[in-house]
């Protein structure tokens, strides 16, 4: 998909990057709708995880909520990630001094 047919600008995000990637990426661009895309594909995240801890031998309420905290934590590592990419670790909509500041910041 190429990134640039969403409407926004997301040259942070790699060609064929997963839709957890693109939902995290929308979410810091402000788009309408992103933060419940981003909630969609963490949920999902946790459904995959789950099989593992299981197998690994994690069972009852402790399956639920590993599965839960290792999925958000991915989602929080990717927010991390593509604010860093991105240049700034404020939305578009914040002031621009604030964004000033954390832009000087970033060469210390």
Same mark, same amino acid.
């Given at each position: 998909?190429?990134?640039?047919?969403?409407? @926004?600008?997301?040259?942070?995000v =790699?060609?064929?990057?997963?839709?957890?990637?693109?939902?995290?990426?929308?979410?810091?661009?402000? =788009?309408?709708?992103?933060?419940?895309?981003?909630?969609?594909?963490?949920?999902a995240r946790a459904?995959?995880i789950? #099989?593992?801890?299981?197998?690994? $031998?994690?069972?009852?309420?402790?399956?639920? !909520?590993?599965?839960?905290?290792?999925? @958000?934590? @991915?989602?929080?590592?990717l927010f $991390?990630?593509?604010?860093?990419?991105r240049?700034? !670790?404020t #939305? #578009?909509?914040?002031?621009?001094?604030?964004?000033?500041t954390?832009?000087?910041l970033?060469g210390?």
């Amino acid at each position: 998909m190429d990134v640039q047919t969403r409407g @926004i600008q997301q040259d942070y995000v =790699e060609q064929q990057s997963p839709p957890s990637s693109y939902a995290v990426a929308a979410a810091l661009d402000g =788009e309408s709708g992103a933060w419940g895309r981003v909630l969609l594909v963490t949920f999902a995240r946790a459904f995959v995880i789950a #099989p593992g801890l299981y197998l690994g $031998g994690v069972r009852g309420r402790y399956l639920l !909520t590993g599965s839960a905290m290792a999925s @958000i934590t @991915i989602t929080g590592m990717l927010f $991390g990630l593509y604010a860093l990419k991105r240049g700034t !670790t404020t #939305p #578009p909509t914040q002031t621009g001094a604030v964004r000033r500041t954390l832009n000087g910041l970033s060469g210390l």
